[in-house]
């Protein structure tokens, strides 16, 4: 495959060349200060497979019908390009951290003097068998990326017309619960037939946080009539059955994934030191621990000091450590220390304009909730999508 692949440096010996994979919620203060690296004779090269970025925190509104999918994305290409930075919508699969080369799905390569890795996570698909035939998966989506919560509403505003169904989500954490209340949203403003909603929880929904969240879940779901099952994990899923490591099984007509997220698998087929998730293992400033060339942010990487939650609010709050590093590389200088920050302020969208709040040990829930996770969330969009009008 290398002999085909064209190597794409351009006039790379005399620029610097700076590589940002993905552009995702780590990236974007780079990606807004493009015109800074550009000025000073840097090139700057994003490569994305999508030319627009969606933000996570807002993506279970979208499939419940809050937000149109305009008003929760970022225009990738056309920050990237106006700023002048090259875009190539292609998917980086390896690197070669010793000769400094990104490769690509389109079996291109890209030289960089500094690269950045913002390439997020995935959703496992392991219970769905692989022999199932893709048409057979039509109906299985995992809660990741975000762009596929567009694609899912569609279809599923089809089935409420068309019949009563049964909307499977597997998974018992946060995504889970925001997926599971947004269909429901969803169903009822699509006033077709309303659908049977289940859970499936593994053992215990929402394991990891305390009593007075889990119980105001459980108890606005069970208004709802939103089964949530504890039973076991689930081993098989296919396009109508939902089978438990037990052995029991549910029928179904629509599955979301929301198993929890694991890091891109960038690393591993590059040979880059990776932490116990296989995450990039970088150090306090966001740097390979091994190639001081490459640096990451986001979900895709293992912050060594302290290993750091999978939420956007870390990767948001990369962002300034990222830009001062990246060029601070280029340019020779120092580079900055990240601090994660104090625990961060936790709010679940549960669809039918009721959230879920948590800060420290202060937990409240309902329509406030909700009004204020929208407000963070449409400004925080409003921000970036600001930077398109330049
Ligand atoms: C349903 C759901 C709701 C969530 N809600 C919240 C919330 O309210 N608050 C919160 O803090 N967190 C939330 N999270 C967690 C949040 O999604 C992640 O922590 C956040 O997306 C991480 O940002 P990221 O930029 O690292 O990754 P991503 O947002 O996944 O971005 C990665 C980018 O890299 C690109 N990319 C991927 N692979 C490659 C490749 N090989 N080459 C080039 N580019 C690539 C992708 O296209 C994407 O643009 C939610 C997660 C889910 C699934």
Redesign the pocket.
């Known amino acids: 495959m290398n002999a085909k692949i064209n190597a794409l440096g351009g006039n790379h010996r005399m620029r610097k060349h700076l590589v940002l994979?993905?552009?995702?919620?780590?990236?974007m203060v780079t990606l807004e200060n493009i015109g800074r690296f550009v000025e000073k004779g840097y090139k700057v090269t994003v490569?994305?497979?999508?030319f627009h970025?969606y933000y996570?925190?807002m993506?279970?509104g979208m499939l419940g019908n809050t937000y149109a999918p305009e008003a929760i994305r970022f225009d990738?290409k056309h920050v990237v390009t106006s700023l002048g930075g090259i875009f190539v919508k292609?998917?980086?699969?390896r690197i070669d951290p010793d000769k400094k080369i990104a490769y690509t799905q389109a079996e291109k390569a890209f030289p960089y003097d500094v690269l950045s890795f913002?390439?997020?996570?995935y959703?496992p698909m392991d219970s769905v068998p692989e022999a199932l035939e893709n048409k057979d998966k039509e109906n299985i989506f995992p809660?990741?990326?975000?762009e596929r919560?567009m694609e899912a509403a569609e279809k599923l505003k089809g089935l409420f017309r068309e019949k009563v169904c049964t909307i499977s989500v597997v998974g018992g954490g946060?995504?889970s619960a925001?997926?599971a209340g947004n269909v429901w949203q969803l169903a009822r403003l699509t006033k077709g037939h309303l659908p049977k909603i289940r859970i499936f929880a593994g053992k215990k929904f929402m394991a990891r946080f305390p009593e007075s969240i889990r119980q105001r879940i459980f108890s606005v779901f069970h208004t709802r009539g939103i089964e949530i099952i504890q039973e076991g994990y689930v081993k098989t899923v296919t396009r109508e059955r939902i089978i438990l490591e037990s052995g029991k099984s549910f029928d179904t007509d629509f599955v979301f994934m929301?198993l929890g997220?694991k890091p891109?698998t960038?690393f591993e087929v590059s040979g880059l030191p990776m932490g116990p998730d296989k995450g990039l293992r970088v150090n306090q400033y966001l740097q390979s621990v091994a190639y001081p060339d490459i640096f990451g942010?986001?979900?895709?990487i293992y912050f060594e000091p302290q290993p750091l939650d999978?939420?956007?609010?870390?990767?948001v709050r990369e962002n300034p450590v990222l830009l001062h590093n990246l060029m601070a590389k280029l340019d020779g200088r120092p580079l900055e220390p990240f601090d994660p920050g104090p625990d961060?302020l936790?709010?679940?969208?549960l669809g039918g304009k009721t959230g879920i709040l948590r800060k420290n040990k202060w937990v409240f829930g309902g329509r406030l909730a909700f009004m204020v996770?929208d407000y963070i969330?449409r400004k925080f969009i409003r921000r970036f999508q600001a930077i398109e009008k330049n």
């Open positions: 994979v993905g552009g995702g919620h780590a990236h490569i994305a497979p999508s970025h996570s925190g993506g279970p990738t292609d998917r980086v699969v913002n390439a997020g996570s959703v809660v990741k990326p975000i919560l946060p995504s925001e997926v929301a997220v891109s960038l942010g986001g979900d895709c999978k939420v956007g609010v870390y990767a961060y936790l709010i679940f969208n996770k969330d």
